[in-house]
């Protein structure tokens, strides 16, 4: 009986690490990435955003702080150089596909549009969007690029970039596959 005891819990030991061992490389080929993100010459924002693939789309998750209460435009921009202090240098909207800037999900829109952020009384905005069209691989891959937070409210509409204001933050969207942040 002992013996048979022993073995069952060796058993079940070698099949609950196995069940572990497979869900952590199935986490692990899931496309994801990430961005920390610096605040633009004289503003305090901070934070982290990380990105997931999902089927047809990129889940975006995070949180910004130190911004001013209210909506803030969100949008990925074609490059991943953040040297100028207002981060101009991170170019226009990503837009491979030559749309009209406007609201995410809308017929038209660049790929980089993302809408708005809000941000509550303390400065802080808990980052929870899904953006369809977009990959963390491939033509329209946003890894390489980067997400630029602005200073006030995008109205989805203004060409060419929805007149939201400067650009108080931005972060370089690097792949977690093969960085570790």
């Known amino acids: 009986m002992k013996r048979f005891t022993s073995s069952l819990l060796s058993g079940i030991s070698t099949l609950f690490f196995a069940s572990l061992l497979t869900v952590s490389l199935h986490a692990a080929d899931k496309p994801s990435a990430f961005a ?72 038209h829109h660049h790929l980089g549009d993302f809408g708005n952020i809000t941000a509550d ?18 033509p329209n891959s946003i890894v390489g690029h980067s997400i630029i937070i602005h200073g006030g ?7 060419p970039a929805g007149n939201s204001g400067p650009r108080v933050a931005g972060g370089v969207i690097e792949s977690a596959n093969s960085v570790s942040p």
């Open 36 to 107: 920390e993100l610096k605040a633009a010459k004289g503003q305090n924002v901070s934070g982290r955003l990380e990105f997931t693939e999902t089927p047809g789309a990129v889940h975006i998750t995070g949180e910004v702080k130190h911004l001013s209460p209210g909506q803030h435009g969100i949008h990925v921009h074609q490059k991943a150089d953040l040297s100028a202090p207002d981060l101009a240098s991170a170019g226009g909207h990503f837009n491979p596909t030559k749309e009209q800037h406007g609201a995410p999900g809308a017929e």
């Open 121 to 138: 009384q303390n400065g802080t905005a808990n980052v929870d969007l899904s953006i369809s069209g977009l990959s963390l691989s491939g």
């Open 153 to 159: 409210t995008d109205d989805l509409k203004s060409q």
